[in-house]
């Protein structure tokens, strides 16, 4: 009996212990608080590495990218915010950034600018190398351009500008105001582009050869190889067959589908590229052994397409009559590139009073990457000035080259002596040269 009530007691005691013991739902409460508690210390730790992380970034760009003034007080792009928009939305659109470049072009443009978006690009226009501007067709067809009561293409009146209309002309002059980037047809163009080079970069070459085919009068006319280099390169690819292109395995891959491709498509490059096209053809021989073969490089395919690729962003830039690059792209560059020589030569004169006054020109040559070399320059030889549009070279009969107040300063009556060689000559029989 004892032993039974001394059970009891202990039973009692321990159901009384577990009484006062909190509940499950407060345990797990206190469970579920110490989790969140651990996730924000973890938070807390991630983010205070991330901005340590900064501060010590930014202490680093301090001190090495010290805050200096600039080279001139004067804000020579102070007055020409709309060139600059305009350089942007333009870069944006070549980026493929459609919507970001609409909701820009709508937030930074102005009434008074849009209503004046009237020009109209009739026609093909004459423009010169230096333009850098092409002035082939697109094609023969024109919109409306909502000028008269007809009520054919309204629905598009609210985005009408320069470039639509007669913008399906591929050349067109450089247009003076933002507006005339808010244009459909700028923008299904690009996006055409990137569509055609997303398809290179999964191998797959027909909607640029296609694109290059319906373009070849243009393309022609500049001289370039685009057509023949696409089909080249598919001809190659095809070649390499099933287990490289990764294409079905038929007679129209392979070997065989690579002769039947040539047989349907190289007629046409004949006349121009009958070197190129024996050299595909005779690889044939080495089908077996490509590797040791003469052709291993022709038929190489490692860089083949990003190098089509950027022929073919050329070649469809240059017929919308713009550069291959982003203009704003390359003036940034170029720019950063140049900007710490100026400071630096801008501190050295102004400390000994000697700062150079000249507007038009640098007294030094900015060093930059040979893609972004598009003019040459010709220094006078006697006067070490850089010529220009009002000072330009000038070849006399001896085939030597001045400048042109070189040549006046030179000048007794209207003969010259040449500073370089025994040679004489009149004014007049001095020619203007373009580099």
Known sequence: MTAQTTAMEALQKE????????????????????????????????????????RKLGKTLDKHFPLKDLPSTH???????????????????????F???????????????????????????????SDNYDDEPMDEDRD??????????????????PLEGAATG??????????????????????????????IKSRNLLSAIEWARSNSGELEARGSNLEFELSRLQYVWLFKGPRVNGLPDNELNGTAGALLYAQQNFWRFGNRYIGEI???????????????????????????????????????????????????????????????????????????????????????????????????IFVCPVSKEQTTEQNPPMMIPCGHVLAKETLQRLLKGTRFKCPYCPAEGLE???RRIMI
């Open 428 to 430: 007049k029989d001095a």
């Open 15 to 54: 159901l009384d212990r577990l009484n006062r013991a909190p509940g499950l739902s407060a345990t797990e409460d206190r469970v579920d608080n110490i989790i969140e508690m651990l996730t924000s210390v973890k938070d807390q730790i991630v983010q205070s590495g991330v901005t340590a992380t900064q």
């Open 278 to 376: 024996q050299q595909l053809a005779n690889a044939q021989i080495y089908a077996r052994n490509l590797s040791e073969s003469p052709y291993r490089h022709t038929f190489s395919t490692e860089t083949a397409f990003a190098d089509v690729a950027s022929s073919f962003t050329r070649e469809f830039c240059s017929l919308l009559g713009l550069s291959a690059e982003s203009p704003l792209y390359v003036a940034v560059t170029a720019g950063a590139l140049a900007l710490p020589l100026l400071m630096k030569y801008q501190q050295a004169t102004r400390a000994k009073g000697t700062e150079w006054t000249t507007t038009n020109e640098l007294a030094f040559e900015t060093p930059l990457p040979e893609r972004m070399l598009y003019h040459s």
């Open 75 to 97: 804000d020579a792009m102070a007055d020409q915010e709309s060139l600059i928009n305009r350089a942007i939305s333009m870069h944006l659109l070549r980026e493929g950034q």
């Open 170 to 199: 591929l050349g067109f002059r450089q247009l003076q105001n933002l507006s005339s980037l808010q244009s459909h047809e700028l923008e299904a163009k690009f996006s055409q582009m990137y569509t055609i080079l997303q398809d």
């Open 144 to 161: 409306d351009d909502d000028d008269d009561d007809d009520d054919e293409d309204d629905d598009d009146d609210e985005y009408m500008s």
């Open 99 to 129: 919507s970001v470049a609409s909701t820009f072009i709508e937030e930074t443009g102005d009434a008074a600018t849009l209503e004046n978006a009237n020009a109209v690009v009739e026609g093909q226009d004459q423009v010169s190398a």
